[in-house]
């Protein structure tokens, strides 16, 4: 897994500094508005970082998808 930027990297690397491992949560909608539209998935990775490289290892995931209740278009 690589990160989107150099910069992102340095600075989460900063921040996590005494951390090894790390969590990022995503979610997908049916659309923008609170409260017309519905939560469909919700997904997590963990990672282990390399100490020394920076690199990420997938150590873990979930998807979990929620059914809105109606169909989606496509």
């Avoid at 150099?6 to 790390?22: F, G, P, Q």
């Avoid at 873990?60 to 989606?72: E, F, Q, V």
Wanted: net charge negative; hydrophobic share 35%.
């Amino acid at each position: 897994m690589a990160w989107r930027s150099e910069t992102t990297k340095e600075n989460l690397l900063v921040t996590l500094d005494v951390c090894d491992e790390i969590i990022v949560f995503d979610t997908e909608t049916t659309g923008l508005s609170a409260k017309n539209n519905h939560i469909i998935q919700i997904s997590a990775q963990k990672f282990k970082i390399n100490s020394e490289t920076g690199d990420l290892t997938e150590i873990a995931r979930l998807d979990k998808y929620i059914n809105p209740g109606y169909s989606l278009s496509s």
